[in-house]
DNA sequence: AAAAATAAATTTTTT
DNA sequence: ATTTATTTTT
């Protein structure tokens, strides 16, 4: 019988695999091998960009199961989808299949798994809804007309627009402020309005937990809740998993931090990140976490990574250039020995339309020189820049997918389609049912408010709105089509209790078509003539997709948490062979090319704008992340005439070109622009 | 109270 | 340019 003790340990067995043995010392390098191997209780990878981090972290994980740790007993966390997808992917292919009983995902998806198996102990059910943020926005915003006394009509503008108040609600709950701190901190408005917000947020919570539902931070700030009220919950996890490996420990926020202290003790903790990757401060990510880490764990042992394998040296040095200038970070020196290749080029274009041109120009010459599509990339900081390029890419006939940016779910009428399926699965989700009701013809918010009054008392809303309980005074006629469609679905919905739905697939794609049917399509046609067969297609793409998943909950969680995977599959069904990527920085992360295009670099839009003095260091390491995610190839491009729609932008260079050592780029002219490059 | 018309604001980045 | 908020009309 094994102790605790012994078993968090990593005691590679005398009769363990000698071919396994073999293959890490080939495949790894020494520090990756320490990594990967070590039997610390708490071990730190500090890894520059390209230095295999993510590879140390799968091969770790490998390791201990091929030295007889069961799956079951791994929790592997990590910041984003994409994260999380590759690192599953690779996982299964080092050892064959995927290690059944691992847990591995997002911070948030492992806290919403384990949410629901103690919804009770939170007060909610195991069905609860995921609100995202235009949801609570919406919240937010009934909350604020229904609370007239104190708020004078300027702040109420600007407490709502593009929801203040719920960022810094958020932000207070992520970062472990006050709302006090916060409002004085950050927000430079009246702070007598903080009582008012106070109870804003009070109320929030209120309507959250009358809709049976969670926001995302509550899939965090909930979990730690959990364990902190219920240590035997608290102790059954700890037992569990014995081993907690965390990715990209740069990026976690104050609360994810502790959920991992949490573990510590019983499950020994191995975390990869660097520092100077750090891009998610306005997801209140904490670089702290990872900097004092060493200090929270004295025992830890720590490993440094700092060969780089993807980039040649000149995209090194460049890289390495850049982000001296941040002056706050571990000190690292990333090298690289592979074999010499080109200087970064750094291009000037007069306006956008002719740094696209540009950029396929040499896409071109280099996709004919032999290089798949598949190996190059266009990078750009904000999801909008990438309209001329991918304009003159549909032009040439050039395949691409894009990612980052694009809001799917965001799309109104995915949302109508969604806000049927979410009724049927969580009865009391306000507003779903708020949305619906909106949707018809007649009816308003007042009526709405009035319906919803009185059906919410019943303990079963669907039910009683079915039975024709409640009739409003006005849009009758909407009310009742709305009801018929409702009952229609639920006749399809799978028994109840049954647990798995019989026949898997059909069943989502079937309460869509019936959704259509009912009376979702007569209102598409008449609120969108226009557009009306683009968004038919739309919402086909949901129901194809919606066939994978064999449960309604499943899918409507893997659309709330895994927006832009379920984005990128529905996309991806389009493009079967070689394509180009676009992609923001954001969600280049963890990716590499062998030729790496970043776009835009113009003062306000990468750095944007929106980025003060003190954001800067941020927008630095972001374009850090972007040239590091080159291997052989990278351009750097600015133009100089900007201009948006709605009015000019004097364009110029971004200063992480024009701060760069003139020796480490070649400087490429586009006539007339008068860019010399510093 | 709801719909239509008009004015205003908006573009980081992701769970 | 497009979406969202506000005002006017029905």
């Known amino acids: 019988m094994e102790t605790g003790e012994d078993r968090k340990l990593l005691r590679p067995r005398a009769n363990a695999d000698p071919a396994w043995s073999e293959r890490l010392r080939c495949e790894l390098n020494e520090a990756q091998f320490k990594f990967a191997t070590a039997d610390d209780a708490v071990i730190l990878g500090l890894a520059g960009p390209g230095s295999g981090k993510t590879r140390a972290l799968v091969y770790r994980a490998a390791h201990l199961i091929k030295c007889g740790v069961p799956p079951g007993e791994i929790l592997l966390l990590t910041f984003t989808n994409k994260a999380a997808e590759e690192m599953k992917e690779r ?12 847990w591995a995902g997002t ?16 007060r909610r059910k195991s069905n609860f809804s995921i609100l995202d943020e235009d949801d609570s926005r919406s919240i937010f915003r009934q909350l604020a007309a229904t609370l007239p006394h104190g708020l004078d009509e300027e702040e109420r503008r600007l407490l709502l627009r593009r929801g203040l108040l719920g960022r810094m609600i958020s932000r207070a709950r992520n970062s472990g402020l006050s709302l006090r701190e916060v409002m004085a901190d950050e927000y430079t408005f009246n702070l007598d309005c903080l009582p008012l917000v106070e109870k804003l947020a009070l109320l929030y919570e209120q309507k959250k937990e009358e809709a ?17 009220e219920h240590p035997e919950i608290k102790e059954h996890y700890r037992e569990r998993f014995a081993h ?11 609360v994810q931090a502790r959920l991992v202290d949490q573990f510590a003790g019983a499950a020994s903790i191995c975390a990869v990140g660097d520092d100077a990757q750090s891009i998610y401060a306005f997801r209140f990510a904490h670089v702290g976490n990872i900097l004092s880490f060493p200090e929270k764990y004295p025992q830890a042992l720590v490993v440094r990574m700092e060969q780089n394998y993807r980039s040649t040296p000149e995209i090194v040095a460049l890289a390495n250039a850049s982000i001296a200038f941040n002056r706050v970070q571990l000190p690292k020196k ?13 291009v000037g274009a007069r306006d956008a339309g002719e740094e696209a041109s540009f950029v396929l120009d040499r896409i071109m010459a280099l996709h004919r020189g032999g290089l798949p599509l598949k190996e190059m990339a266009v990078l750009y900081r904000s999801a909008f820049l990438s309209t001329e390029v991918e304009f003159a890419l549909v032009r040439q006939g050039i395949p691409y997918r894009t990612f980052g940016g694009v809001k799917f779910l965001q799309k109104s009428h995915i949302k109508d389609i969604l806000a049927y399926l979410k009724v049927l699965h969580n009865p009391v989700d306000a507003e779903a049912w708020r949305r619906l009701a909106l949707l018809q013809p007649g009816l308003g918010q007042a009526t709405f408010n009035r319906l919803w009054n009185d059906l919410k008392e019943s303990p079963d809303p669907l039910g009683a709105a079915l039975s024709g309980r409640v009739t409003p005074a006005r849009g009758k006629e909407g009310w009742r089509s709305l009801c018929r469609t409702l009952e229609a679905l639920r006749a399809r919905l799978p028994v109840a209790g049954s647990g798995e739905s019989g026949k898997k697939g059909n069943g989502i794609a079937g309460l869509i078509a019936e959704a259509m049917d009912g009376n979702y399509e007569q ?11 683009e968004r038919l297609r739309g919402i086909e793409r949901l129901a194809e997709n919606a066939a ?5 909950g499943a899918f409507l969680e893997s659309l709330a948490l895994e927006e832009s995977l379920f984005a990128d599959a529905a996309a991806s069904e389009r493009i079967d062979g070689d394509h180009l990527t676009l992609s923001t920085v954001h969600s280049a992360k963890g990716k590499e090319w062998e030729a790496v295009f970043v776009i835009g670099l113009n003062e306000g839009s990468f750095p944007s704008h929106r980025a003060g003095d003190e954001e800067l260091p941020e927008e630095r390491r972001l374009f850090y992340v972007a040239v590091t995610r080159a291997r052989r190839y990278l351009y750097l491009s600015t133009y100089w005439a900007d201009y ?10 971004s200063l992480f070109l024009k701060e760069l050592p003139q020796d480490c780029f070649e400087a490429v002219l586009i006539e007339g622009t008068g860019f010399t490059g510093s």
């Open 107 to 122: 911070f948030h998806s492992i806290g919403a798994r384990i949410l629901r198996r103690h919804a009770p102990l939170v």
């Open 212 to 228: 049976n539902a969670f926001d995302f931070d509550d899939l965090l700030l909930r979990w730690l809740e959990l364990f902190e």
């Open 91 to 102: 996982l299964s292919k080092l050892l064959g299949s995927w290690p059944e009983g691992l």
């Open 644 to 653: 948006r729609s709605w009015g000019p932008v004097t364009g110029e260079p």
């Open 548 to 552: 994978r998943y064999d449960s309604l």
């Open 523 to 533: 209102i598409l046609q008449k609120n969108y003539p226009d557009q009306y067969e």
């Open 334 to 346: 990333l090298f690289s020995q592979n074999s010499p290749g080109e200087k970064p080029l750094v």
């Open 244 to 254: 907690v490996l965390v990715d990209e420990f740069q990026d976690t926020n104050i």
